[in-house]
């Protein structure tokens, strides 16, 4: 068994300093970490024999001894002005005339090289101190990073400056390129900041949707308490317009509740007596008194920041290639530099010109594009599921959710709405409709099964039911009971007219309720049958429009159920799927699975029941229904919080979109890197450009990622 550890990572500024991090902490004994720049956090799994403090003190330890800051994370303290801001606005004041009279002979004038020299000083020296920072810690244990290629680059150009000042032969000023740089990177790094904190700004918004304090009754009094002193088993009241404080269920009171910030469900829900409510959703009208069922990390809400969390450090297997890449990348380009300048010299080229292709070659090959483009579509991706109603578990369910060709759904609960529902009232010649079903609500108004339950539900919504005296169940039957001075009986043909036939309508009815998978039931009193229900359940009324939008995505549906072929034919007609797999037992789902794997197919799972977590399990992407068994949403790779087959749809859409943002934002950091170093090798880029170009290339890889808000 394993347990994770949480950790916040200070003083990272590239991508490179995450993989250094990453390796030190997997030297550790029993230890696998992910260590991810874009958060700012690393996710370590741990025997759980360890014990935690000692294992927290020995991570953090590690981290230390290798230049940077650790700690188990902490609620974000109030908004500080930016360092890093002040930094820049400093250096761009600064830099602006050094750039100036540098770049444009006619704005220079007599002694302008040493008033550049004093300008350009703090630049170099205050602005760029992160990098230089960066770039000693690095040194002293023995690696280098970004921060090495842009301190060398920037320290290069001055101090070759500044001997040229002193020894006018040596020619050209590069005062310019060293606080150009310098302002360049800074900038980038300031905007790459904002851009990561509004990647993961979905996760924040979810995690602070939940209630502060709740009204609880205790000893009959109403007393407000924080979140965090609420216990299961504790009854608060939700008043109009309030959040719901945790999950629960309705102890009193009628009111409609939205689930729209949790869940991306439009409609408010109807809610009552006995039915479960979700913490952070919003009372929209009447009050309610709520008995807390689940608080604190067992909530929904908290499971949900947990699996998105847990999303967001993952990597995908395209960006362990570019870590390896970016882990060796910074030596090499170092090799570069040197024999670029070494070449230049040797082929006769000026010095001052070697020197320039050098620096440009430091500054271009800055590897930041290459570690932002996954952790950035991951957070924007995972965070814009969350808000849709849609738990992405990791990269690879990303990755396999690109490859699937057939999509398996289960039947109850997930195409059809898992509850029973009146569907047809058939009243015998002479009887009104009405009437057989207020006669046969009254008696089943009793009854605690689920067919009861929907005839007793649909005779409350056409008026009021009478009393039913004398009731009682008969087991695999049907119920008894008088109603209005009547014996009624509703249930089995068997129990109302016994070996009689039925009138021919009725029997018709009822032949064709069995015979397209419903439940047929017989109503009767004085000895004679007086209609026919007919209860089954409904299929989704959004299912139809879902299978076809995974047919359109090149998607094959096939419906898998343990009911019945008939009730399953008619599911899967109206629900338009073709493909039918019927009278299945739950370990079966499974083997069908395998079935179709073993023909070639990748394959999805759509289910929400205890008894389809295995093929879940089994499937190349499982994905539960968020309104099903805990089981179920365990064993699957992608969770959809509202019981929605569009959801699904919405789900690979997004997850296929997003993986299509991490290969376009790797394509473009290596196609960057491949393309901008050899034309600064060759002498074609200024330094100065070549740090805006590195700058812009982290940038677009983030806006590229930001698009998925959308």
Known sequence: MTARIELEI??????????????????????????????????????????????????????????YSAALPEPAPPALRDVLEDRLVLSIALAVPVVAVGMVPALRFPGWEWFSLVLATPVVAYGGKPFHRAAWTNLRHGTATMDTLISLGTLAAYAWSLWA???????????????????????????????????????RELMELGAKDAAVIRQGVETRVPIARLRVGDEFVVRPGEKIATDGVVVDGMSAVDAGLLTGESMPVEVGPGDTVTGATINASGRLLVRATRVGADTQLARIATLVQEAQAGKAAI?????????????????????????????????????????????????CALGLATPTALLVGTGRGARLGILIRGPEALERARRIDTVVLDKTGTVTTGRMSLTAVVPAEGESADDVLRTAGSVEHASAHPVAMAVAQAALERGTLSEAGEFRSIPGLGVHGVVDGRAVLAGRRALVVGAQELPPSLEEALVSAETAGATAVVVGWDGKARGVLVVSDTIRATSARAVQDLRD??????????????????????????QVVAGVLPSGKVDVVKRLQAEGRVVAMIGDGVNDAAALAQADLGMAMGTGA????????????????????????????????????????????????????????????????????????????LRLRH
């Not at 170092?334 to 500054?363: K, M, N, R």
């Not at 995505?553 to 899967?572: K, R, S, Y």
């Open 319 to 367: 960006q362990r290639l570019a870590d390896r890449v970016a882990a060796v990348f910074v030596p090499v380009v170092i090799v570069l530099a040197v024999a670029t300048l070494a070449a230049w010299l040797a082929a006769g080229g000026a010095a001052v010109h070697a020197f320039t292709a050098a620096v440009a070659v430091l500054i271009i090959a800055c590897p």
């Open 165 to 203: 000042l002193l020894a006018p032969a040596a020619g050209h000023t590069y005062l310019e390129v060293a606080a150009g740089v310098t302002v360049f990177i800074l900038a980038g790094r300031h905007f790459e900041a904002r851009s990561r904190r509004m990647a993961g700004a979905a996760l």
């Open 10 to 67: 200070g003083g990272m500024t590239c991508a490179s300093c995450a993989g250094r991090i990453e390796r030190k902490l997997n030297k550790l004994d029993g230890v696998s970490a992910a260590v991810n720049y874009a958060t700012e956090k690393a996710s370590v799994l741990v025997s759980e024999h360890r014990d935690h403090h000692e294992m927290v003190r020995e991570l953090v330890e590690q981290i230390e001894k290798a230049g």
């Open 553 to 578: 995505l090149g998607l094959t549906p096939v419906l898998l159920t343990g009911d019945n072929p008939a009730a399953a034919e008619t599911v899967a007609a109206a629900a338009g799927i073709d």
């Open 630 to 705: 805990d089981a179920a949403i365990e064993a699957a790779d992608i969770t959809l919080v509202r019981g929605d087959l569009m959801v699904a749809v919405d789900a690979i859409r997004l997850s296929r979109r997003t993986l299509g943002i991490i290969r376009g934002n790797l394509f473009w950091a290596f196609a960057y890197n491949v393309a901008a170093i050899p034309m600064a090798a060759a002498g074609l880029l200024n330094p100065m450009i070549a740090g805006a170009a590195m700058a812009l290339s982290s940038a677009f890889v983030v806006a590229n990622s």
